[in-house]
């Protein structure tokens, strides 16, 4: 690590400067106790605990150590609403030996996710502005399928903030992934549960009672 220290951190220095305030990139030290961050830009230490956390659990999971990056995971911290992060592990000297270092880079989300429902809610047409003519002949609108980011896409546009979400608000998220379908995916329930801070348990349980006051 202290022979290509001097080169990972100039990629820190150069990602931080190219890709803006908006991304955090990290460099941490795999082969010393408790993964220290040796050289970070933009970053501070909320959000450095987060990704390092990341990092540990990309360590875990040989899939993830076999090629060597996980890409596209999603981190709620105190200060916003939601972070997207990606770890690439850098590799030791020799081809049997363990990482030497990680490094992660984090952006921030929310900002999009929001000018993204923005710029939705701007094109969509109202049909009572269209002439009879064009309703008759017009298609009923097509349902987008669900996705596992539209649990964010949510929170993006109630405003909510994930660390600091209250059992109510907690409630509503879960009807609205409800009735959009969200639970039909693979994978929604361990999303959901990652993204609202609570236990697989917990969801099942309250897909539960929102089944219950369905029927």
């Not at 995916?185 to 348990?201: D, F, Y």
């Amino acid at each position: 690590m202290s022979d290509q220290r001097t080169m990972w951190m100039n990629l820190v220095d150069f990602l931080g400067e190219t890709l803006g305030s908006t991304f955090e990139a990290v460099l941490f030290d795999l082969q010393k106790n408790e993964m220290p961050a040796v050289y970070h830009r933009n970053a501070n230490q909320v959000s450095i605990g987060a990704m390092r956390g990341l990092v540990e659990q990309a360590l875990d999971s040989g899939w993830v150590r076999r090629q060597g990056y996980c890409a596209n995971r999603a981190m709620p911290v105190e200060y916003s609403q939601m972070l997207k992060a990606s770890v690439f592990f850098i590799p030791g000297e020799g081809e049997e030996d363990p990482p030497a270092a990680a490094l992660c880079i984090a952006a921030h989300s929310s900002m999009f996710l929001r000018l993204l429902n923005f710029a939705s809610d701007m094109n969509r047409f109202d049909a009572r502005d269209l002439d009879d003519a064009a309703l008759e002949e017009s298609a009923p609108p097509r349902k987008e399928a669900p996705t596992l980011d539209l649990i964010e896409q949510i929170l993006a546009r109630e405003y909510l903030d994930p660390a600091q979400i209250d059992a109510d608000d907690r409630v509503d998220v879960m009807v609205d992934l409800y009735d959009a379908g969200f639970f039909e995916l693979k994978g929604a329930v361990a999303k959901a549960a990652e993204v609202l801070g609570i236990s697989q348990k917990s969801v099942y349980r309250y897909l539960a009672k929102i089944k219950q006051a369905r029927n």
